[in-house]
C-alpha cells in the first residue's frame, strides 16, 4: 500500500498537525449527528415508527448507492496502481471514466442517505418540535462532509497536484514521447471527465463552460493554470546544484 504524500507538509508543523486533529474531531462529532439525535431520548421517548418507512428506503438507497461507488472507485484504484502505471497517466476504469473523484462522490452520497434515513420520527410527526428542529438541523451532517470534500482536504489536494505532476512530467527537458503527450491528453481527460457527479463523457464533453464551472463546481480554484502556475512548477523540479 502507498503512502498518502498530501499531509506530509502537516505533519511536519506542530500547531498544523494539532489544528488537524482537532478538525478531525469536530468532523467525527457533526457529522454523527443524524445518528445522535436519532437516538437521543427526546426522539426514542415518543412513538419511533417501524422501519420501512419512506424515508427509510430512500435513505437506505442513497446510502447503498454511495456505498458501491466509492467501493468500486478504491477497488479500482487500488488495482491499477497495483499495475504501477506511467506517472503520466490518469485514472479512467470503471466510474473513474464518468467521475474524477468517485469516492468522494460515494462518501457525500453515503452522509445524504443517513441523514434521509434518521428522518422518520419527525417525518410521522412523532417526537417533540425541539426534537424535529433538532433532526432537520442534523443536515450539517452531510453538508460539512461536502464543503471538506470539495472545498478542504479533498478535491483541492488532488487536482492541482495531480495536473503539476504530469505538466512537469510533460515540459521537462529530455520527456519521452509518452510523456509529451501527456499533458495534451490530461486537458482533454479535464474537458470530458465531471470533477465529482458521476456523468459520461460523452455528456459532459459538449456542456457549456457556465454549467460545467458553476453548476457542476468544476470551479477555477482547482485548475492548475500553465501559464502562471507552469513556470514556477519547472522551476521547483529543477535540481538544486
Known amino acids: 500500500m502507498g503512502s498518502d504524500t498530501r499531509f506530509d507538509d502537516i ?29 437521543s431520548p427526546a ?11 419512506p424515508a427509510d428506503i430512500i435513505g437506505v438507497i442513497i446510502w447503498a448507492t454511495g456505498w458501491l461507488i466509492e467501493s468500486e472507485a478504491d477497488i479500482a484504484k487500488f ?33 445524504w442517505g443517513i441523514w434521509t434515513l434518521s428522518l422518520s420520527p419527525t417525518l410521522k410527526h412523532g417526537v417533540s ?10 443536515i450539517v451532517s452531510p453538508l460539512l462532509t461536502m464543503v471538506i470534500l470539495i472545498f478542504g482536504s479533498g478535491i483541492p ?6 495536473a503539476k505532476r504530469i505538466y512537469v512530467l510533460s515540459h521537462k527537458e529530455g520527456a519521452s514521447g509518452d510523456e509529451l503527450s501527456g499533458w495534451p491528453a490530461y486537458k482533454e481527460y479535464l474537458r470530458s471527465t465531471s470533477i465529482l457527479i458521476p ?19 468544476d470551479l477555477p480554484i482547482f485548475h492548475f493554470d500553465e501559464k502562471t502556475e507552469g513556470p514556477k512548477a519547472l522551476e521547483e523540479s529543477r535540481p538544486r546544484e
Not at 418540535?129 to 442534523?138: I, N
Not at 456523468?199 to 464551472?213: E, N, Q
Request: proline residues 11%; aromatic residues 16%; glycine residues 6%.
Open 43 to 53: 426522539v426514542t421517548a415518543g412513538p419511533v415508527p417501524d422501519f420501512g418507512t
Open 129 to 138: 418540535s425541539g426534537a424535529q428542529k433538532a433532526q432537520y438541523a442534523a
Open 79 to 111: 488495482r491499477w496502481k497495483s499495475n504501477k502505471p506511467p506517472k503520466w497517466q490518469v485514472m479512467q476504469k470503471g466510474s473513474w471514466r464518468w467521475s474524477r473523484h468517485p469516492p468522494y462522490f460515494g462518501e457525500i452520497m453515503c452522509w
Open 199 to 217: 456523468i459520461p463523457p460523452a455528456i459532459y464533453r459538449p456542456l457549456p463552460l457556465f454549467i460545467k464551472r458553476w453548476v457542476l463546481l
Open 157 to 162: 489536494t488532488a487536482e492541482k497536484p495531480q
Open 11 to 39: 505533519r511536519s508543523h506542530f500547531l498544523s498537525f494539532l489544528g488537524f486533529w482537532v478538525g478531525q474531531i469536530v468532523w467525527v462529532w457533526v457529522v454523527s449527528l443524524p445518528v445522535v439525535t436519532l437516538n
